[in-house]
């Protein structure tokens, strides 16, 4: 019986690949990939040959059982998202989840993922905090941040860079415009910002000015 590796990648500078991670990119047998793109690069940069198959949002249902097969097949089979860990966010959880039904063992490595930096370099209470991953673009998307307007822990989402005026503006019909918040972009790359702020601001901000990049909001809980 095979085993799965979850390897966190870089969400931006090539620097923090850890060497476990490394190591392990060299002697699996194969990976599983969200973009095989994406990941051909990586391995390029640092000279790593190895078979490459993809497990993404739009076929994750459809290749489950035949990925189950093949890393049952294999004695170490990597996976990997685009940037950070995989799982979160990112359809890997369903892999992780069929696996532990068939018996097969799971291992996660520590590494990068955006919602820490972003949390910690806000300067928010970090001790309890919420994560939301990515809101849903309609359905339910206002209730929850009505929801997530009272929470008194840490807030803190991932939002793509053409949705931020939009959720920037739909926060502030259910949180107050003082609620302090920290938008963060292109965390561990050339050009990582933080903007911190109250909602007005910010929400004022980004309408006057164009982002782009990867973005992490953090809101601060409710007092």
Do not use: W
Not at 35 to 61: A, C, G, M
Not at 77 to 86: I, K, M, Q
Not at 96 to 115: F, N, Y
């Amino acid at each position: 019986m095979g085993k799965l590796i979850l390897v966190p990648t870089p969400i931006g500078n090539l620097e923090d690949l850890t060497f476990r991670a490394l190591r392990l990119l060299q002697l699996c047998d194969c990976i599983f990939a969200e973009d095989t793109r994406v990941t051909k690069k990586l391995l390029d940069h640092y000279e790593i040959q190895k078979k490459i198959f993809s497990f993404h949002t739009h076929n994750e249902h459809r290749t489950l059982l035949k990925s189950i097969e093949l890393i049952a097949q294999n004695n170490v089979t990597v996976l990997v998202s685009d940037a950070g860990t995989p799982g979160i966010s990112d359809p890997g959880f369903l892999l992780v989840r069929e696996c532990l039904k068939q018996g097969i063992d799971i291992e996660c490595l520590p590494g990068p993922t955006a919602l820490i930096p972003a949390l910690v370099g806000s300067g928010f209470p970090c001790d309890r905090f919420v994560f939301e991953g990515f809101l849903p673009h309609k359905k339910g998307r206002m209730a929850i941040l009505k929801r997530l307007s009272e929470e008194e822990r840490t807030i803190v989402m991932y939002e793509s860079p053409h949705r931020l005026k939009k959720c920037l503006e739909q926060m502030k019909s259910v949180f107050e415009l003082h609620r302090e918040v920290c938008v963060v972009r292109e965390i561990s790359k050339k050009f990582e910002t933080f903007h911190r702020g109250n909602l007005g601001e910010l929400s004022a901000f980004f309408e006057e000015n164009q982002v782009r990049g990867e973005i992490v909001i953090v809101i601060k809980g409710k007092e």
